[in-house]
């Protein structure tokens, strides 16, 4: 039978010593396989080595989060989200996840380098506060609310910045 | 030959046509350099030295590269992602858009967060290196030495949703989907990104069916893709299991997923088959136009 243009000869055997994958794919596949399972199964990271733990950690109703919290000199304040910075400090919850084990002089440089972008948002800004926030999701009558309980864990000024400037 | 060692063989090495070989190279360089195109690398040019965590293989850096550097990698990668869709010095230049991604992608993950977002596409494209760039796409036999880079890339693809639903079950046991997990994944929301259809994540937080429901799809598909290995009339099915998935996460928790998505599509699909049964179907529709006009007319 023939096979209509386009068609796939599904029957056709290829000539097995003509049609050998090459040893340099094996090889390839090998450690392809080795670097991904390894990783894979213990669980841990080494990008792009990865354990592959997306979301694996089950949630409830409380989170632990980094936040900062502008301060004005009348002493008002508000939360600032990471998400109204701009791209390159979106992820600085990691950096400041690692600040309560960290040197003053490492917590004064992630602060520092939060500030500017903080101060270009909130220009009155006389204090940034970076905390941990045992935050709480709790349901009400008008629906579900957030129920923030912050620690404050460094805090720096804008005349900080002027004084490592100098 | 034992059935296992069989089973393996077919799996890693089974044949495949020339011609899906070559849509799958070439969608895999489309989505390499779509991603080094329109990716916002550019932006982390700036990112103060103190937010910068490089990962493990750019390690030397203590900061981020200039903007310069940045549009020059994304330059590069590009032009060489066209090469290789044109097939001009494939082998090359598909290795120098990859290598570009990685660096690119190794960038984004510079900052501290541990992130998949472009891993999936870079482990599938990986066996793709060392594909044959000799492929007469008119040879309709399917062989082993066309067929190893798709099926390569499909193990490591199912291996890869396999290992994200077993590390749930792992460190959160079946409570991630019979508990309140997914409840409070959509009422939290995501710690990066914003979601696009908050309504629809708020809805699904507030009626518990909905959550569980959507943890066993999430679980149920992730553990059991490795099933596509062996009944391979599934893949198609599970490739669109994974787009929704995907597609949804975007909506309700708005994170970019969309290369995994295609990643799935473009792997587990075979397009010249569906070519050719979209051929087949207009032709037969074409038939029937064709036989219903020149229907004998009564008395003629």
């Known amino acids: 039978m023939s096979a209509a243009p386009g068609d796939v000869e599904t029957d056709a055997v290829p000539d097995a010593e003509t049609d050998a994958v090459p040893q340099s794919a094996r090889w390839l596949v090998g450690a392809l396989f080795i670097l991904l399972l390894v990783p894979g199964l213990v669980g841990f990271d080494l990008w792009p080595l990865t354990g592959w733990r997306l979301f694996s950690l089950a949630r409830d109703e409380t989170q632990t989060l980094w936040v900062l919290e502008a301060v004005d000199e009348d002493g008002s304040s508000r939360l600032v989200d990471v998400e109204e910075l701009p791209l390159r400090y979106r992820h600085a919850e990691w950096p400041m996840a690692d600040l309560p084990g960290a040197s003053t002089a490492r917590r004064q440089a992630v602060c520092e380098a939060l500030l500017g972008a903080v101060v270009d948002i909130e220009p009155a800004t006389a204090e940034l506060r970076i905390a941990r926030d045992r935050a709480r999701l709790e349901k009400g009558d008008g629906g579900w609310t957030v129920i923030d309980d912050l620690e404050v864990i460094h805090t720096c000024r804008p005349a900080d910045l002027e004084v490592g400037d100098a | 030959m034992t059935r296992l060692r069989r089973w393996v063989d077919e799996a890693l090495w089974g044949p495949e046509t020339a011609l899906r070989l070559a849509v799958v190279y070439a969608g895999l360089s489309v989505l390499i350099g779509l991603r080094i195109a329109l990716g916002s690398y550019r932006q982390l040019a ?243 136009r064709e036989s219903r006009a020149t229907l004998p007319v009564p008395g003629a």
């Open chain 2, 46 to 288: 700036d990112t103060p030295p103190a937010l910068v965590d490089p990962v493990p293989i750019l390690g030397w850096l203590d900061r981020m590269p200039s903007a310069e550097v940045i549009v020059g990698i994304q330059v590069v990668g590009v032009l060489a992602a066209v090469a290789a869709v044109l097939r001009r010095n494939p082998r090359l230049a598909f290795a120098v858009a990859w290598l570009c991604y990685l660096v690119l992608a190794g960038l984004r993950g510079s900052r501290g967060k541990v992130l998949h977002n472009d891993l999936l596409l870079l482990w599938a494209s990986a066996p793709f290196l060392l594909a044959p760039v000799a492929v007469d796409v008119r040879d309709r036999i399917a062989r082993r030495r066309y067929g190893w880079p798709i099926r390569v890339a499909m193990v490591i693809t199912a291996l890869v949703y396999f290992l994200a639903g077993y590390h749930k079950l792992r460190r959160s046991g079946i409570d991630w989907v019979l508990g309140d997990n997914m409840r409070y994944v959509m009422l939290w929301g995501p710690s990066i990104g914003e979601a696009q259809w908050e309504s629809m994540a708020r809805w699904v937080g507030e009626h518990l069916w909905a959550a569980k429901a959507s943890g066993a799809f999430i679980l149920g598909v992730e553990i059991s893709f490795p099933v596509v290995l062996v009944v391979r009339r599934l893949q198609a099915w599970y490739a669109l299991a994974a787009v929704f998935l995907h597609v949804t996460t975007w909506f309700v928790l708005g994170l970019d997923y969309w290369a995994w998505a295609a990643t799935v599509a473009l792997l587990f699909i075979d397009w010249p088959a569906v070519a050719r049964w979209v051929r087949r179907l207009s032709r037969g529709t074409a038939d029937v």
